[in-house]
């Protein structure tokens, strides 16, 4: 059996960050937090790396992530505006004044080729912890793989004091993922976590309420349905030129159509991320501290 494929989310524009957030440096050898990611996934078990990118960054990514990973077995595959996209829905789209490619379900797609086992999916500005790649890594692992899963987070933990932030926000039952619904506008106002709706509403929301990060793990087999997913989501909104297709509201489809049951896998472990420049020193004050506890190297892939 071949062990598991970590597909990696790192064709994002980075609008709120106002830069390549996905090479941004921020470790002691100058590792952006992808670098940690795929550490610590080598090391639980993963056998093979997916980077989805665009065509555009693909020669800072070789230079600046790329080049200090002579090692590791990877793969590129990239996320374009008409990737996989029926030429009629990418005239529409472009007409209605679409810049960018589709959200997350998309680029998963668009990585489909590359993967031939049990996968797990990260973005690449966020840190997720040893902990949560070895009950992935462990989980993928097991034989004839027919279930999903997801490595959940606390909210109050994953907010960013800068802005807003999205999270897909879980309904967990019996050890089950029940529903997940992204929500875009999350932040703290004053003593509460609320998030707004586009037309205003206000929703209140836990400190402990569990939201996806974007840490999933799912059989190949997922793939036909996703596509299914993804061309319903075409055929409704390829004249809106700011909707995504999320995968955790793919992951909701998958849920409440039966297709697909999600295990929840607890991990104690930390979770920070870049999604503006100030968050930038956090991440590098974290990185640094796990560092001096001797969690990782001082250089990683020099070690």
Same mark, same amino acid.
């Given at each position: 059996? =071949?062990?598991?494929?970590?597909? @990696?989310?790192? %064709?994002?524009?980075g609008s709120r960050y106002g830069g390549l957030k996905? +090479? #941004?440096?921020?470790? *002691?050898?100058?590792?952006?937090?992808?670098?940690?990611?795929?550490?610590? %996934?080598?090391?639980?078990?993963?056998?093979?790396?997916?980077?989805?990118?665009?065509?555009?960054? #693909? =020669?800072?990514? =070789?230079?600046? @992530?790329?080049?200090?990973?002579?090692?590791?077995?990877?793969?590129?595959?990239?996320?374009?505006?008409?990737?996989?996209?029926?030429? #009629?829905?990418?005239?529409? &789209?472009?007409?209605?004044? /679409?810049?960018?490619?589709?959200?997350?379900?998309? %680029?998963?797609?668009? &990585? !489909?080729?590359?993967?031939?086992?049990?996968?797990? +999916?990260?973005? %690449?500005?966020?840190?997720?912890?040893?902990?949560?790649?070895?009950?992935?890594?462990?989980? $993928? &692992?097991?034989?004839? $793989?027919?279930?999903?899963?997801?490595?959940?987070?606390?909210?109050?933990?994953?907010?960013?004091?800068?802005?807003?932030?999205?999270?897909? @926000?879980?309904?967990?039952?019996?050890?089950?993922?029940?529903? +997940?619904? #992204?929500?875009?506008?999350?932040?703290?106002?004053?003593? /509460?976590?609320?998030?707004?709706?586009?037309?205003?509403?206000? *929703?209140?929301?836990?400190?402990?309420?569990? +939201?996806?990060?974007?840490?999933?793990?799912?059989?190949?087999?997922?793939?036909?349905? $996703? /596509?299914?997913?993804?061309?319903?989501?075409?055929? !409704?909104?390829?004249?809106?030129? =700011?909707?995504?297709?999320?995968?955790?509201?793919? &992951?909701?489809?998958?849920?409440?159509?039966?297709?697909?049951?999600?295990?929840?896998?607890?991990?104690?472990?930390?979770?920070?991320? @870049?999604?503006?420049?100030?968050?930038? /020193?956090v991440a590098m004050n974290r990185i640094a501290e796990?560092?001096? *506890?001797?969690?990782?190297?001082?250089?990683?892939?020099?070690?």
């Amino acid at each position: 059996m =071949k062990g598991p494929v970590l597909v @990696v989310l790192a %064709a994002g524009m980075g609008s709120r960050y106002g830069g390549l957030k996905q +090479v #941004e440096r921020i470790g *002691q050898g100058g590792e952006a937090l992808l670098d940690y990611s795929i550490f610590d %996934a080598l090391r639980s078990g993963f056998e093979k790396i997916v980077f989805i990118i665009r065509h555009d960054i #693909e =020669k800072d990514f =070789k230079e600046l @992530v790329l080049s200090r990973m002579a090692s590791i077995r990877y793969e590129l595959c990239f996320q374009e505006l008409d990737s996989l996209i029926p030429p #009629e829905v990418f005239n529409q &789209a472009k007409q209605a004044g /679409r810049t960018k490619p589709w959200g997350t379900s998309h %680029a998963l797609l668009c &990585a !489909a080729p590359f993967i031939d086992a049990p996968f797990a +999916v990260i973005n %690449a500005d966020d840190f997720y912890g040893r902990a949560a790649f070895t009950v992935m890594g462990t989980y $993928l &692992a097991s034989p004839h $793989l027919t279930e999903g899963a997801i490595v959940p987070y606390w909210l109050e933990k994953t907010l960013s004091p800068q802005g807003t932030v999205t999270r897909g @926000v879980c309904v967990i039952q019996g050890g089950y993922l029940e529903s +997940v619904q #992204e929500l875009t506008a999350i932040a703290q106002e004053g003593s /509460r976590i609320v998030n707004t709706s586009g037309d205003g509403a206000k *929703q209140e929301l836990a400190p402990d309420t569990p +939201v996806s990060m974007n840490f999933w793990g799912f059989p190949p087999s997922i793939f036909p349905d $996703l /596509r299914r997913y993804f061309d319903a989501f075409l055929t !409704a909104s390829a004249g809106q030129p =700011k909707q995504e297709c999320y995968l955790p509201m793919a &992951a909701d489809w998958f849920i409440k159509h039966k297709l697909l049951k999600i295990r929840v896998l607890p991990a104690d472990a930390p979770w920070f991320g @870049v999604t503006y420049q100030e968050d930038r /020193r956090v991440a590098m004050n974290r990185i640094a501290e796990l560092t001096a *506890q001797g969690v990782y190297p001082a250089s990683l892939w020099n070690s």
